[in-house]
């Protein structure tokens, strides 16, 4: 059996009249996350972990934000297209394990949805998919409520 491990970062500046979307679940806020697609952080992290465990860059490479073709992007879509290029190369994935950093909302009602909704696009159970959320302590532009950043580590597996 062989495994590679990948890990990922992603930071989004919060901002009004957007949604706030983590995990591919929308989340009831009064700032959503800015950016070219839809900004979702978690999800962001997740594809650009399997994309270093891929050795294949980050998802920069092949959603630029220059490209208005994304714009508004579903990040859930773009997560199919990364774990289609996981099976393409006969990879699996193990697990995947996460931190979200945010002071608000808190997010502990909202971990079991986004695991779910997580597992059935990689296509693996609930239980695969380790979200934890925490805030930064009031340090820094998470703390100071400018942004959510979200880190992550994916573990693929190939028999």
Known sequence: MSIRIGNGYDIHRL??????????ITIP???GLLGHSDADVLTHAIMDAMLGALGLG???RYFPPSDPKWKGADSLELLDQIYQ?????GWTIGNVDTVVVAERPKLKPHIAPMQQCLAKRLAVAADQIGIKATTNEK????GREEGIAA???VLLVQE
């Open 58 to 60: 980050d998802i920069g």
């Open 15 to 24: 901002g009004p009249d957007r949604p706030l979307i983590l995990g591919g």
């Open 85 to 89: 290029m996981v099976q393409q190369r």
């Open 29 to 31: 806020h009064t700032l």
């Open 151 to 153: 880190y992550a580590v």
């Open 139 to 142: 340090l820094g532009p998470t």
